[in-house]
C-alpha cells in the first residue's frame, strides 16, 4: 500500500506563502502522476495543479502565476509553493499520486490533506 504525507500547511495572511510537501512511500518503482487538489468548505474538490513524469504541468486558471507544483523523483516529493495566497485559497489540501509499485503493481493514493487558512 502506498501511504502518501501531506505537511506544510497553516494559517497565513493574504498574499503571503506557504510549501507543501507530500511524502509518498511504500516500494514505489516510479511515480507517473501526481497532482494537488483542494476543497473549501461547502465546495467540490477541484484541482489545483498537476505534474507528470517527464514535468508537464497544468494549472487551475485561478491559481496560475501565483502556484507551482514541482516533485523530486529520487524522494518521490511532490512540492506545492503557493505565493499570493488569497482568502480564496482557503482549503483542504490533498496530494494525489499514481504510478508503479514493485512487480508492476498500479496504485492510485491519496493523502489525508492538509490545511490551509489564509485571512483577510
Known amino acids: 500500500q502506498v501511504q502518501l504525507v501531506e505537511s506544510g500547511g497553516g494559517s497565513v495572511q493574504a498574499g503571503g506563502s506557504l510549501k507543501l510537501s507530500c511524502a509518498a512511500s511504500g516500494f514505489i518503482r516510479k511515480i507517473d502522476f501526481a497532482g494537488w487538489y483542494r476543497q473549501a468548505p461547502g465546495k467540490q474538490r477541484e484541482t489545483v495543479a498537476t505534474?507528470?513524469?517527464?514535468?508537464?504541468?497544468t494549472y487551475a486558471d485561478s491559481v496560475k502565476g501565483r502556484f507551482t507544483i514541482s516533485r523530486v523523483m529520487d524522494n518521490n516529493i511532490v512540492y506545492l509553493q503557493m505565493n499570493s495566497l488569497k482568502p480564496e485559497d482557503t482549503a483542504v489540501y490533498y496530494c494525489?499520486?499514481?504510478?508503479?509499485?514493485?512487480?508492476?503493481?498500479?496504485?492510485?493514493?491519496w493523502g489525508q490533506g492538509t490545511q490551509v487558512i489564509v485571512s483577510s
Open positions: 494525489n499520486a499514481r504510478g508503479l509499485r514493485t512487480f508492476g503493481i498500479q496504485f492510485n493514493s
Open positions: 505534474i507528470t513524469r517527464d514535468a508537464t504541468t
